[in-house]
Nanobody
Framework: QVQLVESGGGLVQAGGSLRLSCAASGTILRINGMGWYRRAPGNQRALVATISSTGNTNYADSVKGRFTISRDNAKNTVYLQMNSLKPEDTAVYYC??????????????WGQGTQVTVSS
């Protein structure tokens, strides 16, 4: 089994910062790509940022220059540093990981989501 557990969401004023964390655990052989997605009220889930196993990053245009994704491979953890937050960043944020397990089974896994609310 594999689990992704997110933390770090909450309520913050516009212009503030939050740091999300997502730790993967279980029978993990290798974590390939990792990423963050979000679902705002009334919208579909959308890409926020991704990071490859070698550290290459990709960001949605709406968060470029404000958000930074990083990962600690020794801890099987991915982070999302969010600065200069705006009310439109309000959403449930989901962690995603492409994981190969010890039985060579490879699949995408999702965390349970963490709420981020930015007040104006």
């Amino acid at each position: 089994q594999v689990q992704l557990v997110e933390s770090g969401g909450g309520l913050v004023q516009a212009g503030g910062s939050l740091r999300l964390s997502c730790a993967a655990s279980g029978t993990i052989l290798r974590i390939n790509g990792m990423g963050w997605y979000r679902r705002a009220p009334g919208n579909q889930r959308a890409l926020v940022a991704t990071i490859s196993s070698t550290g290459n990053t990709n960001y949605a245009d709406s968060v470029k220059g404000r958000f930074t994704i990083s990962r600690d491979n020794a801890k099987n953890t991915v982070y999302l540093q969010m600065n200069s937050l705006k009310p439109e960043d309000t959403a449930v944020y989901y962690c995603n990981a492409d994981i190969t397990r010890y039985n060579s089974y490879r699949n995408n896994y999702w965390g349970q989501g963490t709420q981020v609310t930015v007040s104006s």
